[in-house]
C-alpha cells in the first residue's frame, strides 16, 4: 500500500531532550515536506526537499533540523526542544506530473508531540 | 499566491450534494485551484485540482468560472464521511510545493 508513515504518532517529552521523529514513504516521490498545525494558524511548513541531500526551509525552519540521506526518508529533529514547539506535525511526499510539476501531496497521519 | 476566501462552516444533508464555494479574486494565470480536506486530526488528502478547465474524478467535481475568480468543489453524494475540514488552496505549480493551508470550511453532513 502506498503511504507516507510516521513514527512516533504520540510523543511527551521535557525541555531540551533531543527527539527525531521519522517519516518515511513507499512512493519513491522525489518531495518531502514537514509542517505543524496549530489551533488557529493552520498548517505551515518547517522545511522541505526536493531531492536527496537537498533541503531548503519553509515558513517557520527556528528550532527545527532536517536531513535527507535516502529517498524515502526524511526525518525532523528537534535538538533542544520548548514547550512553543508543542503542536500536530505532518509529513508529505508528492509526485510529479507529466511536465514536472508537483500537485498531489501524500500526507502522513500525524505525530503529536507535548514539550513540557 | 493568491489568497482565498471560504466560509467558515457549511452544512449539508446525507445523500445530497454539497456544493463548496471559493474565491481568489486574485488570482493570476499561471495558479492552480488545489482542494484539499482533513478529517479530524488526520493528515490532509488531496481531492482534485485544476487550472482553467473543469474538472471531475472519483472524489468530485471543480467547477472554475470563466474568469477563475471563484470556484465550487462538488461532492456530488454526500456522506457522513465526507464531514471534514476543506482547504482551498490557489499557487503556482512549480517545482517547489509550499502548500499554504488557511482555516478552510468545515464542512458537516447531517443524517
Known amino acids: 500500500e502506498a503511504q507516507v508513515t510516521q513514527n512516533p504518532r504520540y510523543l511527551i517529552t521535557v525541555t531540551g531532550k533531543k527527539l527525531t521523529v521519522t517519516c518515511s514513504q513507499n512512493?519513491?516521490?522525489?518531495?518531502m515536506s514537514w509542517y505543524r498545525q496549530d489551533p488557529g494558524l493552520g498548517l505551515r511548513q518547517i522545511y522541505y526537499s526536493m531531492n536527496v541531500e537537498v533541503t531548503d526551509k519553509g515558513d517557520v525552519p527556528e528550532g527545527y533540523k532536517v536531513s535527507r540521506k535516502e529517498k524515502r526518508n526524511f526525518p525532523l529533529i528537534l535538538e533542544s526542544p520548548s514547550p512553543n514547539q508543542t503542536s500536530l506535525y505532518f509529513c508529505a511526499s508528492s509526485r510529479k506530473d507529466f511536465a514536472g510539476v508537483h500537485h498531489e501531496q501524500y500526507f502522513g497521519p500525524g505525530t503529536r508531540l507535548t514539550v513540557t | 499566491d493568491a489568497k482565498t476566501t471560504q466560509p467558515t462552516s457549511m452544512d449539508c444533508a446525507e445523500g445530497r450534494a454539497a456544493n463548496l464555494p471559493c474565491n481568489h479574486s486574485?488570482?493570476?494565470?499561471?495558479?492552480?485551484v488545489y482542494w484539499y480536506r482533513q478529517i479530524h486530526s488526520q493528515g490532509p488528502q488531496y481531492i482534485i485540482h485544476?487550472?482553467?478547465n473543469n474538472e471531475t474524478n472519483e472524489m468530485a467535481s471543480l467547477i472554475i468560472t470563466e474568469d477563475r475568480k471563484s470556484s465550487t468543489l462538488i461532492l456530488p453524494h454526500a456522506t457522513l464521511r465526507d464531514t471534514a475540514v476543506y482547504y482551498c488552496i490557489v499557487r503556482v505549480g512549480d517545482y517547489g510545493q509550499n502548500f499554504v493551508f488557511g482555516p478552510g470550511t468545515r464542512l458537516s453532513v447531517l443524517p
Open positions: 512512493m519513491n516521490h522525489e518531495y
Open positions: 486574485t488570482i493570476s494565470g499561471n495558479e492552480y
Open positions: 485544476g487550472l482553467k
